[in-house]
């Protein structure tokens, strides 16, 4: 368990390293300094050479991108550019915005993260249960007119967009029903008014999809020996279900569950911006939309941690689910 551990920790840093070389060569070789100036101090029209040296020398890009030939010692690469907004991250250090009202990108990360998790969170936990509850349902009903229309049902709600619930569910429940804000943020207990409804839309939205993929699993494992072995021995549908077809079905369904335990800390991009909630997807959303590079970086660096996290975390439970697997 350690030395597996320790290799796939391995691999995950060379491949972030991987990642952060080619997030800087993107940056600071396609977008250039100057041209990062030029859109910060006035939108890309009517800069003078000394508005984008002041700006570039605020914020440490006035220095060499990889050696500094006028340093003595490491100074000649820890004085650059790279070392400053690529090396750094791997410490955590994210630095301070492009956009000075941005302010500290550390500071801003740990504020906006507690708010995505206050979504994403509860979100997260009730989708697994409803998607696996209502695909489990489906199959008990396999080949009867209650799995053709809810099948049916998946796929038209497949077909809507995320922005059609959000949207049509801001003007029925906000500003038809006014059972809820539109948009907005607060504090404390107050936070679940305005939460309730981007997670019961977003809940909604994503059923479908999830709901199919985990039906599909079970009706593979229904058709197995083993179902057949306990059906025989007397036991119901529900038993069967729940003891051993989800159980056997748990290492695709866990394989699922990792690819999304990122977007837990990084929050929802769409439902953020949206419903006004201040979480880690608005604050990419706004990076994004002001073309602040600086944070778009810091977001990259910090999804492809968890991303990496998350699968180790994927691989051990693998071994939880299922003692025949071992890491080799």
Known sequence: MLSFLIRRLGYGVLTLIGVNLITFILFF????????????VGGGKRVTPEQIEKWKAERGYDKPLLINA?????????????WDRSV???AFDFGRA??????????????????SLQLTLPLFVMGLVASIIFSLWLVMFRGTSVDFWGV?????MMSISALFYIIVGQYIFSRWAKLAPVSGYANGLDALRFLVLPIGLMLLANL???????????????????VRTARAKGLRDGQIMGRHVLRNAMLPILTSVGGSLPGLFMGGLLTESFFGIPGLGAYMMDAIASQDFAIVRAMVFLGSVLYILSNILVDVAYTLAD???RMQ
């Open 29 to 40: 070789t396609v977008n250039t300094t100057d041209d990062m100036a030029r859109m910060n």
């Open 208 to 226: 479908a999809g999830h709901a199919r993929f985990y039906r599909t699993l079970f009706l593979e494992e229904v058709g197995k020996d083993y």
């Open 152 to 156: 049916v049902a998946c796929v038209v």
């Open 98 to 115: 492009d956009n000075d009202s941005a302010g500290d990108i550390g500071y801003q990360i740990k504020q906006r993260m507690g708010v």
């Open 70 to 82: 006028e340093a003595q010692g490491l100074d000649c690469v820890t004085d650059t550019v790279f």
């Open 323 to 325: 003692p025949r697997v």
């Open 88 to 90: 750094s991250l791997f």
